[in-house]
T-cell receptor, first 114, second 115 residues
Framework: KAGVTQTPRYLIKTRGQQVTLSCSPISGHRSVSWYQQTPGQGLQFLFE???????NKGNFPGRFSGRQFSNSRSEMNVSTLELGDSALYLC?????????????FGQGTRLTVV | AQSVTQLGSHVSVSEGALVLLRCNYSSSVPPYLFWYVQYPNQGLQLLLKYTSAATLVKGINGFEAEFKKSETSFHLTKPSAHMSDAAEYFC?????????????FGQGTTLQVKP
């Protein structure tokens, strides 16, 4: 069965612009989480969604937002891009949210802000 | 609050040698612990997870990890390294209160395998 699909794979944006990233979870999975990966800060949790509700949010400024649709697909948006937002953004899906639930990761979207 | 520390950002072994990647955790509650592997330009793949069943956990590709509560450790091992094991490895603990899938990751360890 198809894995977690993230689009686009690569993106180049200019400072001040906004960007929307998309994540399609594995069929049947209803929980989606987002992570930011940078060389300096490593992997950091952004948000967790389940049944269209945000259940958990990481320590990121309000420029970072997300949502989940009724088909479990999720999007994250970053407004007023800064150079420091350049990162690999990873989406993970699971059947349900839970500490012991296996999360399956997509290949990520590489965002470069110039 | 939960946290994870991976000792050694880079580990180099010869092909066929033992692989040992170290991870120590801090958790105020019984932890759920994970090891993930990341190949270049790829996402994360789960190697194994500890969820309070057996303390010795076997994963994919010949990897295993032992949960030691007294040492707050969850080190990853593989008896014999293969060239294809070269990648970045992340230890993670399930974080936050309540029933959440939020993961807190260590800084990662890059494994180099020399022929």
């Amino acid at each position: 069965k198809a894995g977690v699909t993230q689009t686009p794979r690569y993106l180049i944006k200019t400072r001040g612009q906004q960007v929307t990233l998309s994540c399609s979870p594995i069929s049947g999975h209803r929980s989606v989480s987002w992570y930011q990966q940078t060389p300096g800060q490593g992997l950091q949790f952004l948000f967790e969604y389940f049944s269209e509700t945000q259940r958990n949010k990481g320590n990121f400024p309000g420029r970072f937002s997300g949502r989940q649709f009724s088909n479990s697909r999720s999007e994250m948006n970053v407004s007023t891009l800064e150079l420091g937002d350049s990162a690999l953004y990873l989406c993970a899906s699971s059947f349900f949210p839970g500490a012991d639930t296996e999360a399956f990761f997509g290949q990520g979207t590489r965002l470069t802000v110039v | 609050a939960q946290s994870v520390t991976q000792l050694g950002s880079h580990v180099s072994v010869s092909e066929g040698a033992l692989v040992l990647l170290r991870c120590n955790y801090s958790s105020s509650v019984p932890p759920y612990l994970f090891w993930y592997v990341q190949y270049p330009n790829q996402g994360l793949q789960l190697l194994l997870k500890y969820t309070s069943a057996a303390t010795l956990v076997k994963g994919i590709n010949g990897f295993e990890a032992e949960f030691k509560k007294s040492e707050t450790s969850f080190h990853l091992t593989k008896p014999s390294a293969h060239m294809s094991d070269a990648a970045e490895y992340f230890c993670a603990v399930a974080g936050g209160s309540g029933n959440t899938g939020k993961l807190i990751f260590g800084q990662g360890t890059t494994l180099q395998v020399k022929p």
